[in-house]
Nanobody
């Protein structure tokens, strides 16, 4: 199983980024897909989640700014991040949960700074 994140980078406050997570080696539409993030010196925290049917969850800190989505035909999950703040700076991880298993990507760095 591989989860490969992409789309991170440096962005100014107020800017936008779109992260993607490409999955392989698993039956993608059977998994709940999640985004987590970990800021320097902090614990990893849940950001958003999406079920196979499209139900979504967001952490309070990102509600109204981030949008999670998935394309089951492409085995890919996305995180559209708008109105980014310096406190959104973190490594963002893709997570797949299902069938008693839990898989993680390697992470992609997001830095929000002027």
């Amino acid at each position: 199983v591989q989860l490969v994140e992409a789309g991170g980078g440096l962005v100014q406050p107020g800017g936008s980024l779109r992260l993607s997570c490409a999955a392989s080696g698993l039956t993608f539409n059977m998994y709940v897909m999640k985004w987590f993030r970990q800021a320097p010196g902090e614990e990893r925290e849940s950001v958003a989640a999406i079920s196979s049917g499209g139900s979504t969850y967001y952490a309070d800190s990102v509600k109204g700014r981030f949008t999670i989505s998935r394309d089951n035909a492409k085995n890919t999950m996305y995180l559209q991040m708008n109105s980014l703040k310096p406190e959104d700076t973190a490594v963002y991880y893709c997570n797949a949960v299902g069938a008693g298993r839990n898989y993680w990507g390697q992470g992609t760095h997001v830095t929000v700074s002027s």
